[in-house]
Nanobody, 129 residues
C-alpha cells in the first residue's frame, strides 16, 4: 500500500520559515517524480513545486520562486519543501504527490494534479500577518 505522509506544517508569523517533509512508503521512490500542491479554503488545489525523478530539474509556481525550495533524499524516501519568507497568502493545506516515471522521463517535472498517481493527506500551514 502506497503511503505519502506529510509533516512540518504549523502556525507561523509572516516572514518566518517552515520545512515540510513527505515520507513515502510502499513505492519505489527513486523512480518517482514528486510534487507539492496546496489548497486554501474555497479554492482549488494548486501547483507549488515539483522535482524530477533524477533530482536535477525543479519548477515552482511564480508566487513562490525565490522563497521555496524543493529537494529530495532518495536514501530516506523523502521529499522536502523549504519555505522561507512566508506570507499570509501561503496559508493552505499542503499536499505532496508522486508520479512513477520511466528512465526516459528522468528529467521531467509535472505541474498538473492529473499527472500524479499518489497523494498524501496534507499538512496545514497557517501564516499570520
Amino acid at each position: 500500500q502506497v503511503q505519502l505522509v506529510e509533516s512540518g506544517g504549523g502556525l507561523v508569523q509572516a516572514g518566518d520559515s517552515l520545512r515540510l517533509s513527505c515520507a513515502a512508503a510502499g513505492l519505489q521512490f527513486s523512480v518517482c517524480a514528486m510534487g507539492w500542491f496546496r489548497q486554501a479554503p474555497g479554492k482549488e488545489r494548486e501547483f507549488v513545486a515539483a522535482i524530477s525523478r533524477d533530482g536535477i530539474t525543479t519548477d515552482y509556481v511564480d508566487s513562490t520562486k525565490g522563497r521555496f525550495t524543493i529537494s529530495r533524499d532518495n536514501a530516506r524516501n523523502t521529499v522536502f519543501l523549504q519555505m522561507n519568507s512566508l506570507k499570509s497568502e501561503d496559508t493552505a493545506a499542503y499536499y505532496c504527490a508522486a508520479r512513477s516515471t520511466t528512465i526516459s522521463n528522468s528529467g521531467d517535472v509535472y505541474l498538473s494534479r492529473q499527472q500524479y498517481h499518489y497523494w498524501g493527506q496534507g499538512t496545514q500551514v497557517t501564516v499570520s500577518s
